[in-house]
């Protein structure tokens, strides 16, 4: 099944290859990033951070840097007590310095603030502020965390130890039953390293205090402009920032990822300076502050186990997990889900018996938990999942496609419930499958492997058929600080036919300017070229909760669809008035009501946008506009099967990718170029983990990867070529029938390249590697199992 097209090019409604309306001003350099704002009488703030991972701060002297020309003001977490903003609380419930008072928690916290007139003279006065630390224990292994005599972290809370939650979910008892039961059990440790985003712009705000009206002008890099200015009023309410004085503009973002989500401190500390100063105060962090600082993904360390009998029926799943937090749980999760939706991790397996709990740490590390692409810890799932299913097949002998197969939920069980409790909404996972085996070839590529293994050679063949869950959330189960996770559009048609919508969503890259103009075009008629969409205004969008996990499309484009048919409905009725017949006469094609039978008799929905202002039904009100705010009845859950084939350098333990397939399904296709963008994406941000990144940190807590120079990230020279192809099972409930799909690719594609390097090692007794899988430690694993 195709996604159909049922308007013309010039309407270019939805599954038109559209070519995106913002590039424009991107490809000429006229896109408006934070840092391309300047407002007059701006000053700059830059950051003092901590050299230690775990310190008490004794002095911080800033003398030297106060006498210094062009400096303003120097903030100290002290100036911020006086006014109860040294302390915020982050999404998880948990609390978080803005600026330390007394001790520093991991290296490259925030400790002070310069505020100064040039941003060089603010990085000259960093330096010359002198603070004295004491060096305390730093705790770094989450493991060691849980020792009764490692030193205990968040005193301020009053705890005694480290832990921060325990959480589980499923029938423990008939798991642990059914692995007493099996004929067959496997028991992995997966360790899924702690990874940063990198997105292309840094976070930063240009915080705007005008004394003369009271209000605070935030333009700032996030992801939820609403939400923040929520928390912001609540943080903040009492030093006189009531919600409606508070307007946060998200201008063009240069990639977010879940990155720029959470409430930094910088953010904070410039408000704060902007109140005090009364002067607008920029804040931009650089490329190492970004990376050593803001909040990080996984760093889950998983054993997982399976149950099966002997044939390679999959009876049970066991998880458990320590999650290392950092120094506080500033996880950007739904309130109800401290282990994000990881509880997935049945994935598209039919397991009768699952049991699942995760517990959650302090150490001295940066505060995060989800910021990668990664729909709230379902990569950490699908990881666990698809590699346990590898495990299994090896141990069996089996096919790994052939053990897929025989476990699949089956087209025929959707909705299909989980032993985990979700309601999974549609799915075809053995069609997934059987096309991308078919696109690769790969009854051919085992027989190529078989003879190749013969001569010696290392090729190995991975799969992945991962189940995504997106679209947060309905609101019976989904919220972020109490507030439900709806979102929104608000639709106007100007009197010439024309249109400007609004969301609560806020692209950062994805396309969403030509993406919900589709939507409109193909409920409306009116071509997407003439819809103006807008987002990231708190003062003129209607309330919603931003744009992450993949949500935009489930929730605010749902949302586009149900705005539009409302103008759609008022649309009849005045094009009923103007062809004097009953409304049950029309007959609706994209564009055009007819009077049925008298298909000559018609008009057009711009006739009709203009008779909204000009010529109306008396007694109706004029205007031609809706709101609409979307509350999903479930989740979506988009799928995908990838399979990829690598050669390995006997001599280098150098990976090469010879080819990945990606087979996703995401439901009805808005946009399919910008859908094949997703995922080109996602899966270049899912080879990188794999690959190449990630977060390491030594025994006293010092960041060893805090630049690009050993933060590795792929170029278009590493990155292989991706070959794609969809199948099409829509959402029965989304209006459209569409799913997400932002961060299907990055879900899925990790275990898919884990697998291909893992079955290329098998003859050698090789189980599992933990990512990143880099050329030493393949090299490593070939001397040690004497391959060379
Ligand atoms: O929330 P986010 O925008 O990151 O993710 P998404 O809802 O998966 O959408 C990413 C981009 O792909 C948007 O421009 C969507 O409109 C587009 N898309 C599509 O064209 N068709 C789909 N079925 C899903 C997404």
Redesign the pocket.
């Known amino acids: 099944m195709e996604t159909e097209v049922r308007t013309p090019p010039t309407i270019c409604g939805m599954g038109h290859r559209m070519k995106r309306k913002e590039d424009a001003r991107f490809l000429f350099g006229k896109g408006r990033y934070v840092d391309d704002i300047k407002l007059p009488g701006m000053l700059y703030m830059d950051i003092v951070r901590s050299p230690f991972a775990h310190a008490r701060i004794k002095s911080i002297n800033a003398e030297r840097a106060l006498a210094m020309d062009g400096v303003v003001a120097v903030i100290t977490g002290k100036d911020l007590e006086k006014y109860n903003l040294h302390w915020m609380p982050t999404l998880m419930g948990d609390t978080q310095m803005v600026l330390p008072t007394d001790r520093v928690m991991y290296q490259a916290q925030e400790v002070a603030a310069v505020i100064a007139t040039d941003r060089y003279i603010a990085a000259d006065a960093v330096e010359a502020i002198e603070v004295e630390y004491e060096p305390l224990e730093p705790v770094v292994d989450p493991f060691r965390a849980l020792e009764p005599d490692a030193p205990v972290l968040r005193t301020d809370k009053g705890k005694t130890d480290n832990h921060i939650w325990h959480w589980e979910v499923g029938d423990r008892e008939a798991t642990e039953r059914a692995f007493q039961e099996a004929d067959v059990v496997v028991k992995q440790q997966i360790y899924i390293p702690r990874i940063h985003v990198a997105s292309i712009e840094t976070c930063g705000c240009i915080a705007d205090y005008n004394p003369a009206e009271g209000k605070l002008t935030v333009y700032m890099t996030t992801q939820a402009p609403h939400v923040v200015r929520t928390a912001l009023a609540l943080v903040a309410g009492h030093v006189g920032l009531s919600e409606e004085k508070i307007r946060v503009i998200s201008p063009d973002i240069g990639g977010g990822f879940g990155g720029k989500v959470p409430t930094y401190p910088g953010y904070v500390i410039a408000i704060a300076a902007s109140v005090l100063l009364g002067k607008p105060v920029k804040w931009i962090e650089d490329r190492s502050e970004n990376l050593q600082a803001d909040s990080f993904a996984r760093d889950y360390h998983i054993t997982a186990e399976l149950a099966a009998t002997k044939d390679g029926k999959i009876t049970a799943l066991r998880i458990k997990t320590l999650a290392d937090h950092g120094y506080t749980d500033a996880a950007a999760n739904p309130s109800k889900f401290p282990a994000g939706l990881f509880s997935i991790c049945t994935g598209s397996y039919d397991i009768k018996h699952a049991f699942v709990e995760v517990d959650a740490v302090y150490t001295n590390k940066p505060p995060g938990g989800v910021a990668y692409r990664c729909s709230f810890r379902v990569t950490e799932a699908v990881h666990a999942i698809e590699r346990m299913v590898d495990v299994l097949a090896q141990k069996l002998g089996m096919d790994p496609a052939e053990l897929r197969f025989r476990n699949f939920v089956q087209p025929d069980q959707f909705p299909y419930k989980s032993a985990l409790g979700w309601e999974y909404d549609s799915g075809n996972y053995p069609a997934a499958l059987r096309k991308a085996m078919d696109l690769i070839g790969y009854e051919e590529l085992r027989r190529e492997q078989a003879e190749r293994r013969a001569r010696g050679e290392l090729i190995g063949i991975g799969i992945s058929s991962f189940t995504e869950i997106?679209g947060a959330g309905p609101s019976r189960h989904f919220d972020i600080l109490g507030i439900k996770m709806f979102d929104s559009c608000e639709l106007r048609i100007h009197p010439t036919g024309k249109a400007i919508a609004r969301f609560g969503?806020k692209?950062q890259g994805?396309?969403?300017e030509?993406?919900?103009a589709q939507i409109i075009a193909e409920e409306l008629g009116i071509p997407a070229a003439h819809v103006q969409v807008e987002e990231g205004d708190t003062d003129t969008a209607p309330y919603g909760l931003g744009?992450?996990?993949?949500?935009?499309?489930?929730t605010a484009?749902a949302a586009a669809a149900m705005a539009a048919r409302k103008v759609r409905e008022k649309a009849r009725k005045i094009a009923a008035y103007l062809l004097e017949v009953s409304e049950e006469d029309l007959e609706w094609e994209p564009g055009v009501f007819r009077v049925k039978g008298a298909p000559d008799k018609s008009v057009t929905i711009q006739e009709i946008a203009f008779a909204a202002y000009t010529n109306h039904p008396p007694g109706m009100e004029a205007g031609l506009e809706a709101v609409h705010y979307y509350d999903p009845p479930n989740l979506t859950f988009p799928f995908g099967s990838y399979i990829c084939v690598v050669d390995i350098d006997k001599g280098t333990g150098q990976v090469k990718i010879r080819r990945f397939v990606a087979v996703d399904d995401?439901?009805?296709?808005?946009?399919p170029m910008?859908?094949e963008g997703?995922i080109h994406g996602g899966l270049t941000m899912g080879f990188a983990p794999a690959m190449m990144e990630e977060l390491v940190y030594d025994e006293e807590g010092n960041i060893l990867t805090g630049s690009f120079m050993d933060y590795l990230l792929p170029t278009a020279v590493e990155t292989p070529r991706w070959e794609t192809a969809r199948t099409v099972t829509p959402s029965p409930h989304h209006p459209l029938g569409?799913?997400?799909?932002?961060?299907s690719a990055t879900v899925g594609a990790p275990a898919a390249i884990v697998n291909a390097v893992v079955d290329a090692l098998s003859p050698y007794g090789v189980t599992h590697i933990d990512i990143p899988i880099t050329p030493y430690k393949v090299w490593k694993i070939l001397h040690e199992k004497g391959v060379v």
């Open positions: 997106v969503t692209s994805q396309g969403h030509t993406t919900y744009t992450y996990a993949s949500r935009s499309t489930p484009g995401c439901g009805h296709v808005i946009n910008i859908v997703q569409a799913k997400g799909v932002g961060e």
